[in-house]
């Protein structure tokens, strides 16, 4: 079936350090790739997105790299913040499905002083 | 002020009554989203709509209704049918070729 999962629940990070979020996906044909923060009882935030034919992309302090070849989706945050503390969750959307847009389970980061 | 606006925040509903989420973007995005999200969860798609009188079913659709008669406004119908209901319920907006933004959200309470 078609999914987008993640490899952890939760990652703790030393406040400084780079945190690495990754995902898995199932289905070939997505389009597009997208992060989101989400932090508790809000709605999720856009944080970089990423089109299949790319395989990274950068940000402020973040960046996405993409292997289709194993079908894995990452994103890396620099010199990881307390405000950085929050769920991610990878996203694909498929335009042939009419825009459908799937989610993954989250990753909770946990950013210690 | 542009964006996406979820009303209310907040709803409290009686058993075997249905509920009407409101959802409004004024971003002229074509594509709308609706998702329901449980404590401690992921996003599940209930319903989504590429086009004005046009949407599909997501993955958990059973016990929801939309409609899409505004290309601003796609509201969610919680129906007495829905046997869970109590969820925190995201509405999200896109373009054909870019990302989906996202409302602050409302949390559906059944009491």
């Known amino acids: 079936g078609e999914s987008v999962g993640l490899h952890l629940p939760t990652l703790s990070v030393q406040e400084g350090d780079n945190s690495i979020i990754n995902c898995a996906y199932s289905?070939?044909?997505?389009?597009?790739f997208i992060w989101y923060k989400q932090e508790s009882g809000k709605g999720p935030q856009f944080i970089i997105d990423?089109?299949?034919?790319?395989d990274k992309r950068q940000g402020q302090r973040v960046t996405v790299l993409l292997n289709k070849t194993v079908k894995h989706l990452s994103l890396q945050i620099a010199a990881t913040q307390p405000g950085d503390s929050a769920v991610y969750f990878c996203?694909?959307?498929?335009?042939?499905?009419?825009?459908?847009?799937?989610f993954g389970g989250g990753t909770r980061v946990l950013v210690k002083p | 002020d542009g964006g996406i606006t979820q009303s209310p925040k907040y709803l409290f509903r009686k058993e075997g009554q249905n509920v009407t989420l409101s959802c409004e973007q004024n971003l002229n995005h074509d594509a709308m989203y609706w998702y329901r999200q449980d404590p401690g969860q992921g996003l599940r798609l209930i319903y989504y709509s590429q086009i004005v009188n046009d949407f599909q079913k997501g993955d958990i659709a059973e016990g929801y209704s939309v409609s899409r008669e505004k290309k601003e406004s796609f509201p969610l119908t919680v129906t007495s049918a829905q046997k869970n209901p109590t969820a925190f319920y995201l509405c999200?907006?896109?373009?054909?070729?870019?990302?989906?933004?996202f409302g602050q959200g409302t949390r559906l309470t059944v009491v």
């Open positions: 289905n070939s044909a997505s389009d597009y």
């Open positions: 990423i089109r299949s034919n790319m």
């Open positions: 996203a694909e959307k498929r335009e042939a499905a009419g825009n459908k847009l799937t």
């Open positions: 999200a907006s896109s373009t054909r070729k870019s990302t989906a933004f």
